[in-house]
């Protein structure tokens, strides 16, 4: 699970990756049971917009997983993502296993042993809970609305940069 920010930029961005074979916008790391969209932007619920990714080890990696996150969102700024504010935006890798949380600690450690963003990365690395599906309305949004402002702005560069930065890792 990975929060980078709206959850419909990191969605558009893993469903062009090879080896990843399904992705689901969800919140997750939150107090609130079965959160709907409008309690999470209120910023009450704890919850952070992420997104459940499900890939064949065989064909992609872990490593590689939290490459492209760490290229594809701003993973210094605390609750924010560009113009979009709250903690429900935060940045976060939500392991369900110790070698999830190992690789993301490590290239953590590089990153900022490297300063590769010549400020201090907020990423938080937490265990997975209480995850939730999105609504159905959210999933595969940028897929279904490329046109859409939004999308256009935000998203649509992500997956430009994405496809110029990982060409060996697209679909």
């Known amino acids: 699970m990975l929060g ?3 959850f419909w930029c990191t969605e558009s961005v893993y469903k062009e990756v090879r080896g990843i074979t399904d992705v ?6 939150g107090q609130a049971e079965r959160p709907n969209y409008e309690d999470v ?11 459940k990714l499900v890939y064949d080890p065989a064909v992609i990696s872990t490593r590689e997983i ?5 290229v ?6 605390p609750n924010r993502q560009g113009n ?3 903690t429900q935006y935060r940045s976060g890798i939500y392991f369900t296993t110790p070698e999830q949380e190992a690789e993301a600690r490590a290239i953590i450690a590089e990153l900022t042993k ?3 963003f010549g400020r201090p990365i907020v990423t938080e690395v937490l265990a997975l809970e209480n995850y939730w ?5 959210h999933q595969d949004f940028f897929e279904r609305n490329p046109d859409q402002g939004y999308c256009m702005a935000v998203a649509a560069p992500k997956v430009a940069k994405f496809r110029k930065t990982f060409a060996r890792l697209a679909k």
Do not use: K, M, Q, W
Not at 41 to 51: A, I, K, L, P
Not at 66 to 70: G, Q, V
Not at 133 to 137: G, I
């Open 84 to 86: 979009d504010v709250g």
């Open 4 to 6: 980078g920010g709206c």
């Open 133 to 137: 599906p999105a609504e159905d309305y």
């Open 114 to 116: 490297d300063d590769a």
């Open 66 to 70: 939290l490459e492209i996150f760490f």
């Open 24 to 29: 689901e916008s969800g919140y997750s790391n």
């Open 72 to 77: 594809i969102h701003d993973p210094t700024t």
């Open 41 to 51: 932007c209120t910023g009450r619920t704890g919850c952070n917009e992420v997104v």
